[in-house]
C-alpha cells in the first residue's frame, strides 16, 4: 500500500512534540511492514542546515488572490523519504506555528492551505498517487476535503485517514477568510450543538468530517473526545462519527529511550544493573544544584508549561500544591520545559526560594534523558493526555509515573495498590492542586518500603513494552478498512 504522512513535524528534521515522534516512528514501522511511505511537511527555517535534494519540479500554486512559485526538496531517513515543501512563509522566518510558543504567525491559514494545495501537486509532478493520505492534526484539516475534490481518476480510489494528536489545538480562524481556504459556506458549521464554531472557519473540523476515517493515540482518548467535557467543542461531530473513530496507542522508539543503550546518560543501566541509576540520580542533583543524598525521593517532570499538563492546579494558590510539596513533604522536585510565560515566571521564582527544587526553563535532550534516568519517579498530572510519551519513557527507566486517570496515561500505567504485587505507578482521578499534593505523599509511603521492593516494582516497570511494531499492525488495519470502506459526503 502507498502511504503518504501529511504532517508539520517530523524528527528529526523538526519537533515541537510527540506528533514529530510519532510521524517519523509510525512510518518506519509501517515499510518494515512492506508498504511504500514517504512523509511530506513544510521547509523551515530551521532546516537550511540540512542537507536535501531540490528536485527538478517548478509548483505554482493560488491561495486567495496570491500566486506562489514552490519547490520541493528531498531526503532519506535510511528507506523512508522525506519530502519538503520549500515555501518562502515557511522557509524565511523561525520557528513552525509562530516566532515563539506564545506568538504563532497570523497567516497560518494562509501558510497550511498553500502546503495542503503543494501536496497534490507534488503528486502529480511525481505521478506517485498515494492509496492512503494520513493527515495528522489541525494543520493537515483541509487535505480530506481536498481529496473528495481532486478530478484525477489516479487518486478516485485514494482514501484518507486523519489522526488527532490533540483536539485541544484546531486551526480556528474568521468565517470572512475562507477566501483563502477556498472552500465554500458548507464548510462553516450552523449546527447549533456546536454554537461556538457556527461562525467559525475550523481546519480540524473540516478534518474530521471530510475523512475516511479518523484515529487518536489512545483508546481512552478516543472515548473522552466525545463528552462535552473533553470534546473541545467538537464531540458532536465524533459522537455522530464514532463508528469510524479508533484509538490506536502509541508506540515508543526503544532506540532513542532505553537506559541500557542511552548516550545521553552517564551510566547506562538495565534492570539486572539498578544500583547504576542511583549514580545517574547523583549526576541528577548534581546537575540541577540539589543536595546529593540517595535517601531524598527525586520526583521528575519534563513537560510543555501549559494548562494541559496541570500546571494551573500545580501552581495556584497561596501556598500552591507545588509549595505545600516542597515545604511539607521530603522531597527534591525538578521540573524542565518551556511554554507559557506567566508559568515559566512563576517556576522560575519559586527556585529562588526553595533549594529541594529546581526549574530549567529549557528543553534539550540532554537533560531530558537525565531526568528519566536519574529520578525516582516521574510527576504527569494532566487535565487531558491523548497519548503521553513520558509516562511510557519513565517506565522504561524504572521511573515510576505518578499520572492522572486520563487519555493514555490510564491506558499506559497500572496502579500500585496496598501490597504492591501489581502495578508500576500511581494515580489520581479528581482534577486539583489537592489531588496531586495527595498523589505525591501517597508515592513517598512507597519509598519508605525496603529496597528489594522498591527494585522489584522497579523491574516490573521496565519489562512493560509499547512496541511500534504493534501499532503499525492496527495502523494497517485501519488503512485497509478505509479503502473498504471510504465514504462519500
Not at 485514494?158 to 489522526?163: A, I, L, M, Q
Not at 539498578?274 to 519534563?302: H, S
Not at 505507578?425 to 529496597?451: C, H, R, T
Request: proline residues 4%.
Amino acid at each position: 500500500m502507498k502511504v503518504l504522512m501529511i504532517t508539520s513535524e517530523a524528527v528529526p528534521f523538526i519537533k515541537s512534540g510527540g506528533l514529530a515522534d510519532v510521524v517519523t516512528a509510525l512510518s518506519q514501522s509501517l515499510i518494515a511492514l512492506g508498504h511504500d511511505v514517504k512523509i511530506i511537511l513544510p521547509y523551515y527555517h530551521d532546516m537550511r542546515s540540512l542537507s536535501t535534494e531540490v528536485l527538478p519540479w517548478d509548483l505554482q500554486i493560488t491561495v486567495g488572490d496570491v500566486q506562489e512559485h514552490l519547490r520541493i526538496r528531498r531526503t532519506y531517513l535510511g528507506r523512508l523519504e522525506c519530502l519538503f515543501v520549500d515555501a518562502p512563509c515557511f522557509s524565511e522566518r523561525a520557528g513552525i506555528y509562530g516566532s515563539s510558543s506564545h506568538e504563532p504567525y497570523a497567516d497560518n491559514l494562509y501558510r497550511f492551505t498553500l502546503f495542503s494545495h503543494a501536496v497534490f501537486d507534488m503528486c502529480r509532478k511525481s505521478n506517485w498517487y498515494p492509496d492512503l493520505f494520513h493527515c495528522h492534526d489541525w494543520t493537515t484539516g483541509f487535505i480530506p476535503r481536498m481529496l473528495k475534490e481532486q478530478t484525477s481518476r489516479l487518486l478516485k480510489d485514494s482514501r484518507s485517514v486523519f489522526t488527532i494528536h490533540n483536539l485541544g489545538y484546531q486551526g480556528d480562524y474568521s468565517k470572512h477568510d475562507i477566501h483563502i481556504a477556498g472552500l465554500d459556506a458548507a464548510a462553516i458549521s450552523s449546527d447549533p450543538a456546536e454554537r461556538t464554531y457556527s461562525s467559525r472557519l475550523n481546519m480540524l473540523k473540516i478534518g474530521l468530517t471530510f475523512s475516511d476515517l479518523i484515529t487518536t493515540v489512545s483508546p481512552t482518548y478516543a472515548q473522552e473526545i466525545q463528552t462535552q467535557h473533553m470534546g473541545h467543542g467538537l464531540d458532536g461531530l465524533l459522537r455522530e462519527r464514532r463508528d469510524s473513530l479508533y484509538g490506536i496507542l502509541n508506540g515508543v522508539d526503544y532506540d532513542q529511550w532505553d537506559p541500557q543503550t542511552d548516550t545521553y546518560i552517564p551510566f547506562p543501566y538495565s534492570a539486572d544493573s539498578l544500583e547504576l541509576k542511583a549514580r545517574n540520580k547523583q549526576a541528577l542533583q548534581e546537575y540541577c544544584n540539589l543536595t546529593e543524598d540517595q535517601t531524598i525521593p527525586v520526583i521528575g517532570m519534563v513537560s510543555r508549561l501549559a494548562d494541559q499538563k496541570g500546571f494551573r492546579e500545580l501552581c495556584s494558590g497561596s501556598p500552591s500544591a507545588l509549595e505545600r510539596i516542597l515545604i511539607e513533604l521530603p522531597v527534591q522536585i525538578i521540573i524542565v520545559g518551556t511554554g507559557e510565560k506567566d508559568i515559566e515566571e512563576y517556576l522560575k521564582k519559586i527556585g529562588t526560594m526553595y533549594d529541594n527544587f529546581s526549574a530549567q526553563i529549557v528543553f534539550n535532550n540532554y537533560i531530558a534523558h537525565l531526568v528519566e534516568a536519574g529520578s525516582d519517579m516521574f510527576l504527569m498530572p494532566s487535565r487531558y493526555e491523548p497519548c503521553g510519551l513520558n509516562q511510557i519513557y519513565s517506565l522504561k527507566y524504572g521511573t515510576l509515573p505518578i499520572i492522572r486517570n486520563t487519555g493514555g496515561l490510564a491506558d499506559t500505567v497500572t496502579t500500585l495498590h496496598n501490597d504492591y504485587k501489581e502495578g508500576e505507578g500511581f494515580s489520581f482521578d479528581e482534577m486539583s492542586g489537592e489531588a496531586i499534593y495527595d498523589a505525591v505523599k501517597d508515592s513517598l509511603l512507597f519509598w519508605d518500603q525496603p529496597n528489594e521492593l522498591i527494585t522489584e516494582v522497579r523491574r516490573r516497570a521496565m519489562k512493560k513494552v509499547f512496541s511500534w511494531d504493534e501499532a503499525a499492525e492496527l495502523y494497517s488495519a485501519v488503512y485497509t478498512d478505509a479503502l473498504n470502506k471510504g465514504r462519500e459526503i
